[in-house]
C-alpha cells in the first residue's frame, strides 16, 4: 500500500465529501453556488476516481462519475499529484471541460478555499461557535467516510476492521447536531448520513465543543466516556475498534 | 427501593482526569461500564462481600474485584497472616522461609507440577511462560485464542491498540477457540516454529458467551503438543481455585507443561505464579527475570492462608452451589419478566446477557439499574462469586433484580 494512494482516497472519498454541508450549512457559500448546474470529476491515474456534482444548491460527492454527466473531467498523472493539488502545491490537468476553466480557477476555487478555511483550525476560530459547528460536522463526515478506505489500505486498520463484526453503528452531537452512521457488512464498510433504526453500537456526543474536542484528539476518550460527555452503548469492541480506526486518520490527512 | 447517586465519584474523577491518564485506567476503568454515570468509581471500604463506594452506597459485589477477592474482602485470616509476616519481614534484602513453604504447598496441591515461581501480575506469569516456552524450544511461534486474555504485553495485546510495533504481534497466531483442525492446520503450516501454545481453560471472553472446552479438545490439544514438541501453557489466571483447587486444568482432565496463575491465589494481595514441570525447570532456571517487589513476603503469607482456607472450606463447591443458585434465580426472575437471560461459564465466574436484544443495550441497562440499586453488575465482563457471598446476599440480589427488570420495562414500553 502506498501512503499517498491512500491519502488520495482520503482526500477523494472524506475531504471533498465535506463540500456537500458547505453548501448547505455556510450561508455565504449556499448564495453563491445557489445556480451552480455542474459536474467535475477528480480522476487519477492509479488512484481515486471521484465526482462532485452541483445541481439547484445541492452538492453531491462521490465515487465513480456520479448521475450527471461530467463537465468538467481533471487528471491527475498520480496520487501524490492529486494530493498535491488538495494542498494547493499543484494544478490539474483538464481533459474535458476547457470552456470552464475559468470556472474552476476563479469560483470553485472560491468554494474550496472555503471548505479548507472550515478543514483548517486556529486559536481564534475555536473560539467562534458558527465555525466549531461546521468544522465538527465536517471533521464527522471525514472520519466516517475515512473509514471504508483504511480498513481496505491501512494494514493495521486492515487487521482491526477484520474483528469489527458486523452491524451498524450509529454517531451523534446531541441536541441536535448531525448523525453519521457506517454499516460493517462481511465484505464492506458503509458511511451515510443520518439516523439508523436499531444500531448494534451507538456513540453520542454531548454538544460541539465536546465532539470537537473528541474528534480532534483534545479530549480522551476514556475520560470523556467516564463524565458522560460521550455516551457509548451496544457492541462496545464495534466502537473500540472504530476508536483505534479513527487515530489512523492522522497520519495519512494532516 | 432506593436509586443511588455517584455525585463524589465524579467529582473526584475529574480531580484524577488532571493528574492521572484517563482518571481511572486499565481494566477498572469505567468507559466499558455502560452507562458510567450508573457507576461508583471509587471505593471507601469493603467486608465480605460487598464495598462501600465515596457516596456511601452498599454493593453486593459480583466482580470481586475482577477476581482477585474470593474468600471475602477483609478476610480475617488472611489479612491475620499477612500482618503477621509484615510484623516479621516483608520486602527484605533477602527472601522470607513462607516462600519456600508457599512452593511446597502449591506443588504437592498442582498435579503435575514440580516448582512454583513468583512474581506479582498475571502478566508476569504470562511473560514468564511466553520465555520458557522459547528458551525450553528454540523457536518463535506462539499460538493463542482469538478473544482470549493474556495481559498487557505487547504480543498479548490486539494489533492495532496503540504502543504496538508490528513486531511484537508478528510470532502470535491467533485460532478460533474450540477449533482443533485450526490448530493442527496452524502447527502444520508452521511446522518446527511454534514454542507454545497459551490458552484459558476454558474460553471466557468480554461481551461474548463464555465456552466450555468441547469434549476431547484439551486431550487432543494436549497430544498434538507432546507430538510436536510444543509447549501447553494453561493461563489459570483469572479461573484458578475457583473452579477447583488443584487448578482448573485438572478440572478439565489434562496437564499442561506451565500454569499461570494470580488473582484468587491471594485473596487481594499482590502475588502471582508460574508452575511447572520438573522438565522445564533447568530451563526456566536459566531466564533472568525478576521484580522489586516479587520476593514480598507478606503476600506470600496470605496466600499460603488463602489456599488452606479454599481448601479446608472447599471454596470451589461453595462459589459453584452460590453461583448456581444466583443464576437459576436470576433466569426464573427475568423469565417472569418476559426476559432471556442468558448464562455462560462456570457458575462460579459466569457471563450473562440478556438475549432479545443482541446490540446488549438492554442488558447493558439492566445491569446499570442493578447497579444503581445495589448489585454490582458489569455487561462487559464475566462476574465473580465468592465464598463470602450469603443466602441473604442472594436474596437481596434477587430482589434488586426484579426491581431493575421493572424499571428496564418500564423505559422500553415508554
Redesign the interface.
Known amino acids: 500500500m502506498s501512503h499517498e494512494l491512500l491519502t488520495a482516497r482520503l482526500n477523494a472519498y472524506a475531504v471533498l465529501k465535506n463540500l456537500e454541508d458547505l453548501v448547505v450549512h455556510d450561508r455565504e457559500m449556499a448564495l453563491f453556488t445557489k445556480d451552480w448546474n455542474i459536474a467535475i470529476r477528480f480522476f487519477v491515474l492509479n488512484g481515486p476516481d471521484a465526482f462532485v456534482e452541483f445541481d439547484s444548491g445541492k452538492c453531491r460527492v462521490g465515487k465513480g462519475g456520479g448521475e450527471k454527466k461530467s463537465s468538467v473531467i481533471l487528471f491527475f498523472h498520480s496520487p501524490a499529484h492529486f494530493n498535491k493539488m488538495m494542498d494547493g502545491k499543484a494544478s490539474p490537468v483538464p481533459v474535458k471541460g476547457f470552456t470552464k476553466l475559468r470556472f474552476l480557477t476563479k469560483e470553485f476555487s472560491v468554494l474550496t478555499e472555503k471548505l479548507e478555511y472550515y478543514l483548517k483550525p486556529n486559536a481564534d476560530l475555536l473560539a467562534d461557535p458558527k465555525w466549531v459547528a461546521l468544522n465538527t460536522r465536517m471533521t464527522l463526515t471525514t472520519a466516517v467516510w475515512s473509514i471504508p478506505e483504511l480498513a481496505e489500505l491501512d494494514?493495521?486498520?486492515n487487521?482491526?476492521s477484520s474483528?469489527m463484526g458486523k452491524?451498524s453503528i450509529s454517531l451523534g452531537i446531541l441536541p441536535d447536531g448531525p448523525k453519521v452512521n457506517l454499516t460493517v457488512n462481511k465484505d464492506s464498510i458503509v458511511p451515510a448520513k443520518g439516523e439508523i433504526k436499531?444500531?448494534?453500537?451507538?456513540m453520542t456526543m454531548k454538544d460541539m465543543t465536546v465532539a470537537n474536542d473528541f474528534l480532534n484528539g483534545r479530549l480522551?476518550?476514556?475520560?470523556a466516556?467516564?463524565?458522560?460527555d460521550v455516551?457509548?452503548?451496544?457492541?462496545?469492541?464495534m466502537v473500540d475498534?472504530l476508536s483505534?480506526?479513527l487515530?489512523r486518520i492522522a497520519l495519512y490527512l494532516s | 427501593m432506593d436509586i443511588y447517586r455517584f455525585d463524589k465519584s465524579q467529582e473526584l474523577f475529574q480531580r484524577a482526569a488532571k493528574v492521572i491518564p484517563c482518571g481511572i485506567y486499565g481494566h477498572m476503568s469505567p468507559a466499558p461500564l455502560i452507562p458510567p454515570t450508573s457507576y461508583p468509581f471509587y471505593a471507601v471500604r469493603s467486608k465480605g462481600s460487598k464495598f462501600y463506594d465515596i457516596d456511601g452506597n452498599e454493593f453486593i459485589d459480583y466482580m470481586c474485584a475482577y477476581g482477585p477477592m474470593v474468600l471475602g474482602y477483609n478476610h480475617e485470616k488472611v489479612d491475620r497472616a499477612a500482618a503477621e509476616q509484615y510484623g516479621e519481614a516483608n520486602c527484605v534484602t533477602a527472601p522470607s522461609p513462607v516462600m519456600v513453604d508457599l512452593a511446597e504447598y502449591l506443588v504437592d496441591l498442582i498435579p503435575g507440577t514440580d516448582w512454583a515461581f513468583f512474581a506479582k501480575n498475571g502478566n508476569d506469569a504470562t511473560i514468564y511462560a511466553l520465555m520458557a516456552a522459547r528458551a525450553a524450544t528454540g523457536r518463535k511461534k506462539i499460538i493463542m485464542i482469538s478473544g482470549g486474555y493474556h495481559g498487557v504485553s505487547p504480543w498479548a495485546q490486539t494489533p492495532g491498540h496503540h504502543g504496538l510495533i508490528e513486531e511484537d504481534y508478528q510470532n502470535c497466531i491467533r485460532i478460533p477457540w474450540n477449533d482443533i483442525a485450526a490448530f493442527q492446520k496452524a502447527v502444520d503450516e508452521n511446522s518446527g516454529q511454534i514454542a507454545g501454545f497459551i490458552a484459558t481453560p476454558y474460553h471466557h471472553p468480554n461481551f461474548a458467551d463464555n465456552e466450555f472446552p468441547k469434549e476431547g479438545y484439551w486431550q487432543t490439544i494436549s497430544e498434538i503438543c507432546k507430538k510436536e514438541g510444543i509447549v501447553l501453557i494453561a493461563d489459570d489466571v483469572r479461573c484458578g481455585f475457583r473452579l477447583d483447587m488443584k487448578g482448573s486444568s485438572n478440572y478439565f482432565g489434562f496437564t499442561p507443561d506451565l500454569i499461570c496463575f494470580c488473582k484468587a491465589i491471594g485473596n487481594g494481595y499482590p502475588i502471582s505464579a508460574l508452575m511447572g514441570t520438573e522438565a522445564l525447570k533447568q530451563v526456566v532456571s536459566k531466564i533472568f527475570y525478576t521484580g522489586s517487589y516479587w520476593f514480598s513476603a507478606a503476600p506470600m503469607a496470605a496466600a499460603l492462608a488463602t489456599l488452606k482456607e479454599l481448601k479446608k472450606i472447599d471454596g470451589p463447591s461453595i462459589m459453584h452451589e452460590t453461583g448456581t443458585k444466583l443464576l437459576k434465580g436470576l433466569e426464573e426472575i427475568a423469565k417472569g419478566h418476559g426476559y432471556d437471560l442468558k448464562t455462560s461459564g462456570h457458575p462460579s465466574m459466569p457471563y450473562l446477557r440478556i438475549t432479545d436484544d443482541e446490540s446488549l443495550m438492554l442488558h447493558q441497562d439492566w445491569c446499570a439499574e442493578c447497579t444503581r440499586r445495589g448489585a454490582y453488575f458489569t455487561s462487559h465482563h464475566n462476574w465473580f462469586v465468592s465464598t463470602a457471598h450469603t443466602q441473604e446476599d442472594l436474596d437481596r440480589t434477587f430482589d434488586i433484580a426484579d426491581d431493575a427488570f421493572k424499571a428496564l420495562k418500564e423505559k422500553y414500553q415508554k
Do not use: E, K, N
Request: proline share 10%.
Open positions: 494494514p493495521v486498520a487487521i482491526l474483528h452491524g436499531a444500531p448494534a453500537a451507538a480522551d476518550a476514556f475520560t466516556i467516564a463524565t458522560g455516551s457509548i452503548r451496544g457492541q462496545i469492541p475498534t483505534l480506526m487515530d
